[in-house]
T-cell receptor
Framework: SQQGEEDPQALSIQEGENATMNCSYK?????LQWYRQNSGRGLVHLIL?????REKHSGRLRVTLDTSKKSSSLLITASRAADTASYFC??????????????FGAGTRLAVHP | ETGVTQSPTHLIKTRGQQVTLRCSSQ?????VSWYQQALGQGPQFIFQ???????GRGNFPPRFSGLQFPNYSSELNVNALELDDSALYLC??????????FGNGTRLTVT
């Protein structure tokens, strides 16, 4: 079973626009991460936000975390065609038993049109 | 620094057969984990190996097994293949807990 749910499932925008993706999760966490996956390939780590952080930036990425609502958002500013990919949030699960298990949502498919 | 490499990239097997997938960890990483990703879904955790020992397992039956070797490379073995085992199998390595560094996966098709 998957812990997180991304919203929307699919997003289509024009180059230069901002893209916002949301993620909700169910259990307490130590951290939440966002990964990107180009079609049929491996996942690439984008950003990690710890449970005691509320906002984090990395280049054109901005992530927020609201542990009271068990939700996170990923904002990509000034999007480019190369940002076209699937984006997944993943939580570690505070009670994962000491190993690095990640629980992924089903992802948001982002299409950026030139 | 080489990244995580997986082989083969694609594989077709018949129901009931056995399969072995291979993974070379990123240089210096001592932890490897395996994930199964069905079409249109997010990856699901199969298990993790740390210094050649399995130290965590997801909700997968015992016919999914693995090994980690002294050079930290790894294998995923699946016995008695079922049609639902068709998926992208992803290997990920790490030194500290996170982030995970993923390979490009092995696409397994079971017919």
């Amino acid at each position: 079973s998957q812990q997180g749910e991304e919203d929307p499932q699919a997003l289509s925008i024009q180059e230069g626009e901002n893209a916002t993706m949301n993620c909700s999760y169910k259990t307490s966490i130590n951290n939440l991460q966002w990964y990107r996956q180009n079609s049929g390939r491996g996942l690439v780590h984008l950003i990690l936000i710890r449970s005691n952080e509320r906002e984090k930036h990395s280049g054109r990425l901005r992530v927020t975390l609201d542990t009271s609502k068990k939700s996170s958002s990923l904002l990509i500013t000034a999007s480019r065609a190369a940002d076209t990919a699937s984006y997944f949030c993943a939580t570690d699960g505070a009670k994962s038993g000491g190993y690095n298990k990640l629980i992924f949502g089903a992802g948001t498919r982002l299409a950026v049109h030139p | 620094e080489t990244g995580v490499t997986q082989s083969p990239t694609h594989l077709i097997k018949t129901r009931g057969q056995q399969v072995t997938l291979r993974c070379s960890s990123q240089s210096g990483h001592n932890t490897v984990s395996w994930y199964q990703q069905a079409l249109g879904q997010g990856p699901q955790f199969i298990f993790q190996y740390y210094r050649e020992e399995e130290n965590g397992r997801g909700n997968f039956p015992p016919r999914f097994s693995g090994l980690q070797f002294p050079n930290y490379s790894s294998e995923l073995n699946v016995n008695a293949l079922e049609l639902d085992d068709s998926a992208l199998y992803l290997c990920a390595s790490s030194l500290e807990a996170f982030p995970l560094h993923f390979g490009n996966g092995t696409r397994l098709t079971v017919t």
